[in-house]
C-alpha cells in the first residue's frame, strides 16, 4: 500500500488519528464496490463480518489484554502459509472451530487463478531463519535472501527486512547486496543495510557503512554511528573524528528519551565501547534507577563489571534485577554464566535451571543447563541436552550430548550415536567410537 502512494491521511484525520469515513467505505476510496464489495470476491453474505475488507484485510489482535489494534501490512489472506509455517491465519479468527487445513481449501477453491503464493515467495526464506540448517541449506538462505534484496518489485520495507537478516546469515552475495543498498534512494533500505552489516569484519564493515555518516536522514545517521562505535578501539584518529559528529547525534537522540531506562543504556554501551567504563557505570546505574523493570539495563551493567574483572560486583546486579524482573529468563541465565566463571557450577545450575523454567522453548538454555550438570548430576545433564536437541533439532546439541555420554561410558552412548550417524560426517562417529571403547 505504502509502495502504490498510500499513506496515513488517506484513511485517517492527521490531527485526531480517526477515521476519515466510515470503517465499510475506506477501501472504496481507491477500490472499486464493483469488484471488491460484491460476494465474488469477498465470498460472504453482504453486510456480514467476512464481507467487510478490514477483517480479512486487516486482522485484529488485542495487546495488553485492552488495546485491539488492526494490523496495517494490508495482508492477502494466506492460510497455506499458516498451515506449513504456524503463522497466523486469519480465517480462523472467526471460524474458530476450523483448522488452516479448512481455510487454505477454501482459499484455494475460491481463487484458482492467485499467485499470491508465488507473490509471498520471501515469507518461507524469512521464516528459514529461525530454523536448525546445514551449511548448504544456510548458504542457500543467504542468496534468496540477497536475491530479494536486490529485486525491485519487492516493496522496499521487504527488501529491508531481506537486508536486515543478512546479519545472521551471509556469504559473498549478502555482502554485495550490502554494499548496494547503502547506496539505495530509499531510507528504509539503507536502514536494512546497516543492521545486515552488523557481523561483518571491522575493515569491510567501516568501508561500507562509514559514507552513511553523512547520509541526509538522521536516523540513518545515527544509526550507523552506533553500529560503528563497536570498533571504536580499533579506529584511527582520523575515522574517529568522522564518526564523531553523527555519534553526537545519537546521543541527543537519546537524551531526548532520558525519562526511560534504555535511552540510558545506549548512552551507557557507547561509553563501554569508548573505554570509558566509569561513565557507563554511572550511566547504567541511572537508567536501573529510573525503570527498575527494563532488563537489559541489568545485563548490561553486569557485563562492564564482568569486562573490568569485578565479578561479583557482575553478579550482585544480576541478583538485583532478577528480584525486579522475576519473569525475565535472560537475569538467570546470565546469573548462570556469572557463577560459571568464578568456578561455582553448583548455584550456576541452579540460576540456569531457572532460565529453562521461564523459557522453556529456548534450546541454548537447556544446552548450557546441560553442560553445568556434567560433574555432579550426569543423567539431569543427559536429560537437558537432549531437550535442548528436541527443540532444536541442532546437530551440535546431540553431538554434545552424545560427547558426554561417551566420555562417561554410559550405557546409553551407542544408541546416541545411532541417532547422530545420519547427521554428521562419518569421522566424527568413528571418533567418538573409538573413544568408547577405551
Known amino acids: 500500500m505504502y509502495k502504490n502512494g498510500v499513506v496515513c491521511s488517506d484513511c485517517h484525520n492527521p490531527h485526531t488519528a480517526e477515521l476519515k469515513l466510515p470503517i465499510e467505505t475506506l477501501c472504496l476510496q481507491c477500490h472499486q464496490a464493483d469488484n471488491y464489495a460484491s460476494t465474488k470476491h469477498h465470498k460472504h453474505s453482504d453486510n456480514s463480518t467476512g464481507a467487510q475488507c478490514v477483517n480479512c484485510h486487516m486482522p485484529e489482535s488485542t495487546y495488553m489484554e485492552i488495546d485491539a489494534r488492526r494490523d496495517h501490512g494490508f495482508h492477502i489472506p494466506t492460510p497455506n502459509l499458516a498451515k506449513q509455517l504456524g503463522t497466523p491465519d486469519t480465517c480462523l479468527s472467526c471460524h474458530k472451530d476450523k483448522d488452516s487445513q479448512w481455510s487454505a481449501d477454501k482459499v484455494n477453491s475460491w481463487y484458482l487463478e492467485s499467485f499470491v503464493s508465488e507473490e509471498k515467495d520471501f515469507v518461507r526464506v524469512f521464516s528459514a531463519i529461525n530454523l536448525t540448517l546445514n551449511e548448504k541449506q544456510l548458504q542457500g538462505v543467504a542468496s534468496e535472501l540477497s536475491r530479494i534484496a536486490q529485486t525491485p518489485s519487492y516493496a522496499g520495507i521487504i527488501r529491508a527486512s531481506a537486508l536486515s537478516k ?236 552424545c560427547d558426554m555420554q561417551v566420555r562417561h561410558k554410559s550405557p546409553l552412548a551407542q544408541q546416541c550415536l545411532k541417532k547422530l550417524t545420519p547427521l554428521v560426517p562419518k569421522n566424527v562417529i568413528q571418533t567418538l567410537e573409538q573413544q568408547l571403547k577405551y
Do not use: C
Not at 575515522?239 to 525519562?259: G, H, I, V
Not at 528480584?323 to 557463577?339: F, I, T, V
Open 166 to 401: 543478512m546479519a545472521s546469515v551471509s556469504n559473498t552475495n549478502t555482502i554485495i547486496a550490502i554494499a548496494r543498498a547503502v547506496k539505495n534512494p530509499d531510507e528504509n533500505i539503507r536502514l536494512g543495510a546497516i543492521e545486515g552489516a552488523q557481523t561483518m569484519r571491522g575493515a569491510e564493515k567501516w568501508r561500507v557503512l562509514s559514507p552513511l555518516l553523512s547520509d541526509k536522514v538522521l536516523a540513518v545517521r545515527i544509526s550507523t554511528a552506533f553500529s560503528l562505535t563497536s570498533m571504536w578501539q580499533d579506529l584511527t584518529i582520523n575515522q574517529r573524528t568522522q564518526l564523531t559528529p553523527a555519534l553526537n547525534e545519537y546521543l541527543t537522540s537519546q537524551k531526548f528519551n532520558s525519562d526511560r531506562s534504555f535511552a540510558h543504556s545506549n548512552i551507557g554501551i557507547v561509553a563501554a565501547y569508548q573505554g570509558d567504563f566509569k561513565h557507563a557505570i554511572a550511566t547504567f546505574t541511572e537508567g536501573i534507577r529510573i525503570e527498575a523493570n527494563f532488563a537489559q539495563t541489568y545485563l548490561n551493567l553486569s557485563q562492564v563489571y564482568y569486562q573490568q574483572g569485578q565479578h561479583q560486583e557482575s553478579i550482585a546486579i544480576l541478583q538485583q534485577g532478577k528480584k525486579a524482573n522475576p519473569d525475565d529468563a535472560s537475569l538467570p541465565y546470565n546469573l548462570g554464566l556469572a557463577y560459571i566463571r568464578i568456578k561455582d557450577k553448583t548455584k550456576a545450575a541452579e540460576e540456569l535451571a531457572i532460565a529453562t523454567q521461564l523459557a522453556p522453548q529456548n534450546s541454548h538454555y537447556f544446552y548450557v543447563y546441560g553442560l553445568s550438570l556434567e560433574k555432579n548430576k550426569p543423567s539431569v545433564a543427559y536429560e537437558a541436552l537432549y531437550q535442548a536437541y528436541r527443540l532444536s533439532n541442532s546437530p551440535q546439541h546431540l553431538y554434545a550430548l
